[in-house]
């Protein structure tokens, strides 16, 4: 039955600095070479095609702005669902609270931009959007900490109820959020006052600047505070928080609340940057669940996000833009995505373990 | 009279019932051996572009399901190795699996777009007995593989707790301890019992493709069946026969949004109707993980969890 060899998963008692950054850069060439594999079984130049997506994603000007811009709403969710994660909470419907936070946003937008600043206006929007990203977790979050309800299904089966209130709101005749009397239903653009412009007449906003802050400051709030010790003593052991008298069950709800409000943000910071609008176009592109992919290469580490974020930012931007250089179709961008994760997510296992194969002989008594 | 909207919803509900059926018999095998393949949805996605795509260019449909359900084990394998192999975490690899099936079924869909399958999986007919009130549309006049769906879940529920194997199934999800002691391979029944689970899922996704949905609609062709069929097992207590009814249950939910279009009662604005399924789902999943219901429901105990040999 057995074979004559067997492999042994033998636990790093320490992990090699290294290996941390060794097996993520080799799981994006692991996924970029099976990637062009793929290309070539399919009948598409994999050479014309990185090397479009290359240059259109990051190495020309404009494409290094777009990809900034981009990973603006991505380092968002990436954030988002990090904050989660690292306490063994996998809210995976920041694709929703992403909806969410754009409603919200336009809503403050259209409703209060006549009368305000908008230096008062900007983080109105923002603010707005995310309360109403947090919202849409709100359920999850409570019956998760109530309940023990998993969240896993929960917040993914909100994301379908919440585009089809987007879809409601753009779709309605005579909705608050579009432009009456218009020929095709088409979100109202939010005024001036609630809208940025981009920086050099460039697609990348100074809302960029604001989550790199906000990346950073999860950061420290992870490593120095107390509340960050808090989530990490949870997450490491439950039982451990109950004896040391820390309510679970409230961190549980603070901290899901706040992974909401982070997409919530993501779909706001669309609101004064790029779309201005409440746009139905956003289901497609899947953002919020980009999040999750940025948030695990980087290990939930806060500051590794910015990076992963921005590298996905200029995937996909470069993704987007192979219909118009080339015709390789742009779900290349997405499937490399996904295939980056699964290789990092193999690697993991060199990282934690030495693996070795061994005679059985030997390893059996 | 069969000819009423409400018979034809109910015949839909459970023609609807069948990738349910499928991808949440494929979810229950898997999750039996205790691997949480959260995939599903990607899964689904690509067997179902796949079916379309064989189907397309060879004109067989039957062709176009077999090669649907391969791809469906080939993407569980992936999530095997990882989970299995690998012992990476569960969830973040099921969801690995989802955006990567997204893409790539998007990419393989490219050339389908605006396209529809020529020849479609037909419904049977009983003579008479397809012509009975009430009955006969619902009973009698579902297609091959809706019939197949619900026996292969009273198979899979015989095989679960009448068969040795199946012990030895449950018990790799309970204790998967004791399974080794007995000198069987934990990791090979996973490997095994997760691919199976893929192959299901695949032939869910391939019917879902040749016999309802008929053209590529990009990730609205399952427009999130796959979240609801791993719902749908939790609702089931892990067990075939209910698992069947909660799947009937939720394709009324899935088919009722259409229903209320077509008769035009527009009290509650369509887009709106469109949340029901999700909603339902939510509220069942709510419902059943008070504490007093909890422990009856049977999840299998290891679920979720690598096994890893006490070495002495």
Known sequence: MRSPIRIVFEQR??????LSVLVPLLSVVAALVAGALFLLATGYSPIETYSNMLSDGFTSSRGMTDTLGLSTVLICTGISAAFAFQMNLYNIGGEGQLYLGMIGGAWAGLALGDQLPTFVMIPVVLLVGSLAGASWILLPAFVRSRLGTSEIVTTLLLTYIAASLVKHFVYTPGSFFVTKNSAFPQGRLVPDSASLSGIGDTSLYPTFFLVILIALALF????????????????????????????????????????????????????????????????????????IVIAALARNNFSAIIVSGILFAGLRSGGDKLQISTDTPIHIGVMLQGAILLFALGGEAFRRYHIHAVRTERATQ | MNGNIWVLTSADSVAIATTLILAALGALFTERAGVLNLGIEGILLTSAI????????????????????????????????????????????????????????NFLGKPAEGKTVTTLIKPLSFGPLSDIPFVGPIVFRQD?????????????????????????????????????????SVASIRLRYTLFGGLLVGLGGSWLMLAQSAAWHQAATTNGVGWIALALVVFAGWRPIRLIFGAILFGFTLQLPFTLQAEQITFIPSALMQMLPYLATLIALIALSRPSTRSKLGAPKSLGIPFVRDER
């Not at chain 1, 008692?13 to 290294?18: F, L, V």
């Not at chain 2, 079916?51 to 569980?76: E, H, K, N, T, Y």
């Open chain 2, 144 to 184: 091959p593989i809706t019939y197949a769906s619900i026996v292969i879940a009273v198979l899979a529920s015989l095989y679960l707790f009448r068969s040795r194997p199946g012990l030895e199934l449950r018990a790799t999800g309970d204790d998967p301890a004791t399974v080794d002691a007995q000198g069987l």
């Open chain 1, 220 to 291: 420290w709030v992870v490593k120095k505070t107390e509340y960050g010790y808090r989530i990490q003593v949870i997450s490491d052991s439950p039982r451990a928080a109950h004896y040391a008298g820390i309510n679970a069950n409230r961190t549980t709800m603070s901290v899901m609340l706040i992974s909401g409000a982070l997409s919530g943000l993501g779909g706001a910071v669309l609101i004064v940057g790029p779309f201005g609008r409440l746009d139905p176009g956003i289901i497609l592109l899947g953002y919020g669940y980009a999040g």
């Open chain 1, 13 to 18: 008692n320490e992990t090699a600095k290294h």
């Open chain 2, 50 to 105: 796949s079916s379309f795509l064989v189907a397309d260019s060879s004109g067989s449909i039957w062709l176009g399901l077999i090669v649907g359900s391969l791809v469906g084990a080939l993407l569980a394998g992936i999530h095997a190795v990882l989970s299995v192999v690998l012992r990476a975490n569960q969830i973040v690899a099921g969801l690995a699996l989802v955006i990567f099936g997204t893409g790539l079924a």
